[in-house]
Structures are given as structure tokens and as C-alpha cells.
């Protein structure tokens, strides 16, 4: 993605009523879709096999994220960013995550959430690729 398209606006949340019941396995099926790919892609599987023990638990984690980004839920309140600080990652983890996420999304995620989660995710693969080489660049250089 451009710079210039990473500065436009996410998508908004989508406003009530939203059926949350009925678009909570939309979401577990979006984040179970995406991590079959990711699991066994070459560049992004050896890093998370080599850093999740527990894929019950960091699925049920993603579930809680996504839910809370797309529904308004708030299941999820830890702080995402900080625990891939001590993974080993460049901007093209980044984007291969959003070439893996986006086709998940389009196959899994109903209209009222779909362009969120699309401009969501591509809006956080640009920001956190870049804020994350910019950490571990100045880690590294320390
Ligand atoms: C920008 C897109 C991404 C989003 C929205 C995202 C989201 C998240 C969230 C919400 C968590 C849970 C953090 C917690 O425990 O509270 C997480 C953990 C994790 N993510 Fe990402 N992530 C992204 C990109 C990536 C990429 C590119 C990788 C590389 C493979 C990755 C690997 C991991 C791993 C290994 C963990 C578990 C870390 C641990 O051991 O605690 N993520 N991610």
C-alpha cells in the first residue's frame, strides 16, 4: 500500500444494532481461516510456531481483538503492540500478514464489518510495520 492510502481514514465502526451474536463466529472463523494460512506460510510460520505455545489460548485472544475492533466488544484490554516488540520481524511480515488477512476477511466477514476489518487491517500492517522497524532499528543501534 501507498503511504498516501495508509494516511486516509479507517473505515468507521459500524453503527448499531449490529448483530453481535450472529457476527461473533464470523469473526472466529475469520481468525481461524487466517492463522491455517499463516501456520504454514514461509515467512510468517516459523514465527509464530516458534513464539505460540498455547494456540487455544491465542486464538480465543485474536477472537476477543478482532471482536472488539469490528463489534465494540471489550473482552479484549490488554495493549497489542508491546509483545511483538520481542519477535524477530521486518515490514515484509507486515505485509505478508495483510496478503494472508484480507482474502480471510473477504471469505469469512459479512458486510456491516467487512470494510473495517479490510481498512483496519491494512491501515495496522503500514503503521505497525513501520513503527516496529523504527523500535527495533533504535534497539538495535543502542
Ligand atoms: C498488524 C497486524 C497484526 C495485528 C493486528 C496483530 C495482532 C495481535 C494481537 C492482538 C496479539 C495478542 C497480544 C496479546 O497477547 O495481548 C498478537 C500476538 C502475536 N502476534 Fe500479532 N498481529 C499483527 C501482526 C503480526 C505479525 C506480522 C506477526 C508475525 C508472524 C505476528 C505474530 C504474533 C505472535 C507470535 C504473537 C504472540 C506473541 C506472544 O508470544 O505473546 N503478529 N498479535
Known amino acids: 500500500m501507498s503511504d ?8 468507521e465502526a459500524p453503527q448499531p444494532p449490529l448483530d453481535v ?21 514461509d515467512l510468517l510460520g516459523p514465527v509464530f510456531n516458534g513464539s ?11 477472537d476477543d481483538f478482532w471482536s472488539g475492533a469490528l463489534l465494540g466488544t471489550q473482552r ?7 509483545p511483538h516488540l520481542k519477535l524477530t520481524m521486518g515490514q515484509e511480515h507486515f505485509d505478508r500478514w495483510r496478503d494472508l488477512w484480507i ?3 473477504e471469505a469469512t466477514l459479512p458486510d456491516p464489518i467487512r470494510a473495517r476489518a479490510i481498512s483496519m487491517g ?5 503503521c ?3 513503527a516496529y ?10
Open 122 to 126: 491494512e491501515h495496522m500492517s503500514h
Open 103 to 105: 482474502p480471510s476477511v
Open 21 to 41: 451474536e450472529a457476527l461473533e463466529p464470523c469473526i472466529r472463523a475469520c481468525v481461524r481461516d487466517f492463522y491455517e494460512k499463516a501456520k504454514v506460510d
Open 128 to 130: 505497525w510495520g513501520r
Open 133 to 142: 522497524t523504527m523500535m527495533t532499528r533504535e534497539k538495535a543501534d543502542a
Open 52 to 62: 505460540i505455545r498455547d494456540w487455544d489460548k491465542h486464538l480465543s485472544t485474536m
Open 76 to 82: 479484549y484490554t490488554a495493549a497489542p503492540f508491546p
Open 4 to 11: 498516501a492510502a495508509a494516511e486516509t481514514e479507517v473505515a
